[in-house]
Nanobody, 121 residues
Framework: QVQLVESGGGLVQAGGSLRLSCAAS????????MGWYRQAPGKQRELVAG???????NYADSAKGRFTITRDNAKNTVYLEMNSLKPEDTAVYYC???????????????WGQGTQVTVSS
């Protein structure tokens, strides 16, 4: 099985910064996408930032200019640097990875446990 280990969440004041990390481990032949999603109470889970093969990135409109997603392919790790945080960013953040465990297998999505990010005003 594939496991995603997240770290970096916490409580910060508005305007502060956090850096989330997510390391994928287990049976990984290749990964073609990793990303960060978030879910606030009473709301749908939404994509915050994603990164695919070739390091192309995409961001939610609310994250553009403030958040940066990067990946370290050698470590199967994805990062999300969050700057100028706002109370509206408060949510549980989930790491996602699209993984092929063997060359003969299809890609499947795996999720981390989630890490709480709370931004106080």
């Amino acid at each position: 099985q594939v496991q995603l280990v997240e770290s970096g969440g916490g409580l910060v004041q508005a305007g502060g910064s956090l850096r989330l990390s997510c390391a994928a481990s287990g049976s990984i032949f290749s990964m073609n996408a990793m990303g960060w999603y978030r879910q606030a109470p009473g709301k749908q889970r939404e994509l915050v930032a994603g990164i695919i093969s070739g390091d192309s990135t995409n961001y939610a409109d609310s994250a553009k200019g403030r958040f940066t997603i990067t990946r370290d392919n050698a470590k199967n790790t994805v990062y999300l640097e969050m700057n100028s945080l706002k109370p509206e960013d408060t949510a549980v953040y989930y790491c996602n990875a699209r993984v092929r465990r063997q060359a003969s297998m299809r890609y499947s999505d795996y999720w981390g446990q989630g890490t709480q990010v709370t931004v106080s005003s």
